[in-house]
């Protein structure tokens, strides 16, 4: 039986914690240890894990504030396991996943593996629609676990998982505050390691529970894509320089529709698109019309950080250390 470290960084976020070590206690496959990093959070979550001490091979470490990367490293330094498996504090864990992946992992052993994310039933009308504009093909194009060629697959923390030689070898996560999973995917890749999507070990993820949050924390994204491609020339797609097109487009329009309503057009198109694929998937009008918010934050927001970062980074050729000092770096 393969043995599992589960590491979770968490700042500030004691309540979330809590849902996810329920579910984490509810586990058909029993053989994981869980590690728990408090990242040098106000809001300390010692007393949540006191009380799962009963249930679980739990560990807890508080260490100084220093980013989500390198608290993974700081539990993958200390985990006894096969795997390293890491979760976003906002996950819930379905109570088979450890079973699923056990089973594939005996099955097809791998390197490195990543599963997608999914709305609970009991999420709100909000954090379902965030859910679906990070989801949805009309958004991402389909990159974030829905993809044909699983070989391909770059795992994401909030989902995430590799072998403990994977870690010797690649020394962890970088220091970088946004992109540091897909940063870390990248380089367990360019080391030789292999990765696979198992579609069936998908998560529960809250993700952001209003829209402002959502906005800063997609615009955040849009700036680690260029990060990531100064550190990886060939991980720049076409598919990145969409929402940033997106967002180009959507501001030329609107401008012209002050001469005339048809240039309105396109965007309730696209609006009107994302309604009923979201209303066939999610089966609730209202989670339907907070789509439409949600996938134009995500496309806007995204652009606006990728237009950002790559006026900063290619153009003004500023590194990343100074680039972003007062809003990552402080």
Known sequence: MIKFSVIIPVYNRPDELKELLESLKNQTYKNFEVIVVEDGSELKSDKIVEDYQEDLELKYFFKPNSGPGQSRNYGSERAEGDYHIFFDSDCIIPGKYFEIVNKRLEKEPVDAYGGPDMA????????????????????????????????????????????????GKTKGFSKMRFGEDVDMSLRIIENGFSTTLIKEAAVYHKRRVDFRKFFKQVYNSGIARINLYKRHPKSLKPVHFLPA???????????????????????????????????RLNRNIKVAFLSIIASFIQLTAYGSG?????????ILKQNEFHAYKKNFYK
């Open 120 to 167: 609970h039933p009991d999420f709100t009308p909000v954090q379902k629609s965030i859910n679906y504009s990070m989801t949805s093909f009309f958004t991402t194009g389909g990159i974030r676990g829905g993809m044909k060629n699983e070989k391909k697959f770059h795992p994401r923390s909030f989902n995430m998982g590799f072998t403990k030689e994977v870690f």
């Open 245 to 279: 097109l997106f967002l180009l487009g959507t501001i030329f329009l609107l401008i012209f529709s002050l001469f005339s309503l048809y240039f309105l057009i396109p965007l309730g198109f696209f609006a009107i698109i994302i309604f009923f694929d979201s209303l």
């Open 306 to 314: 990728f237009i950002k970062s790559f006026n900063k980074r290619l």
